[in-house]
């Protein structure tokens, strides 16, 4: 854990300075759309987890990172500086509560270092089959995440999938999709309106949980490609 943790400090502090958008009023509409649809694909909640439900006694806490691929010429416009980063990797504190009837809650918090980028999510879960030896297990998840931080934009993003996973032993592949729907407000331009935009998302990951739990997942949401690793404890 104390090597992922390192990892993910390390790999944040390259994307210094890479949310202050002080120069968002640079771009046309049509480039703001673009940057607020490549900003909610990084943002937005990720579960990074299988559809069964945890039970009641159950939780699941990690702590993980997420490299977003990004339109690094639009990110240089409204920044004024030259990004020359390919993806945008977020790390990401999250904690999954069981609750009965096969309901589970969770939260994250992201707050990358030397970054204005800070993102709170929620999301409830409900497992339609829990999944048993013959069957797999198929959840219905809504959830919603906010930017924070980042005094030129405000970002809210609400998702709504449908996932399904077969644990066999201690591997749970999964695989999920749905929608994406967001608000992107540029709060301080003169020159920009509020965009609201839906995308379509999917994803495929693997859970594996040998006492200490990895998760992995590969998220599509619009035009744009995530890459998640997720370590911590799922019982």
Do not use: W
């Not at 959840?139 to 970002?155: C, H, K, M, N, P």
């Not at 999920?176 to 920009?192: C, F, K, Y």
């Amino acid at each position: 854990m104390k090597r992922f943790s390192l990892f993910v400090l390390l790999c944040c502090s390259g994307v210094a300075n890479a949310a202050t958008f002080s120069t968002l009023d640079a771009l046309n509409q049509s480039q703001f759309r673009d940057l607020s649809k490549n900003l909610t694909a990084a943002t937005h909640y990720k579960g990074i987890a299988p559809a069964e439900p945890l039970g009641v006694l159950g939780f699941d806490v990690g702590l993980s990172l997420s490299a977003t691929e990004l339109d690094s010429e639009v990110f240089d416009i409204a920044d004024g500086t030259d990004f020359d980063l390919s993806s945008l990797p977020l790390p990401r504190l999250s904690l999954q509560k069981g609750l009965p009837m096969g309901i589970d809650i969770g939260a994250s918090i992201t707050a990358a270092p030397s970054t204005d980028i800070k993102v709170i999510g929620a999301e409830i879960r409900y497992a339609i089959m829990k999944g048993n030896i013959a069957l797999p297990a198929i959840s219905i998840r809504g959830s919603y995440s906010a930017v924070t931080g980042v005094d030129e934009l405000e970002i809210d993003s609400s998702a709504l999938e449908l996932s399904i996973s077969k644990g066999f032993v201690n591997l749970t592949p999964y695989a999920g999709a749905g929608v994406v729907r967001s608000n992107s407000d540029p709060v301080q331009s003169e020159n920009l309106e509020k965009e609201s935009y839906t995308q379509k998302k999917a994803y495929i990951g693997l859970n594996i949980n040998l006492g200490f739990n990895l998760a992995f997942e590969v998220d599509r949401t619009g035009p744009y490609t995530s890459y998640s690793a997720k370590a911590g404890f799922r019982f």
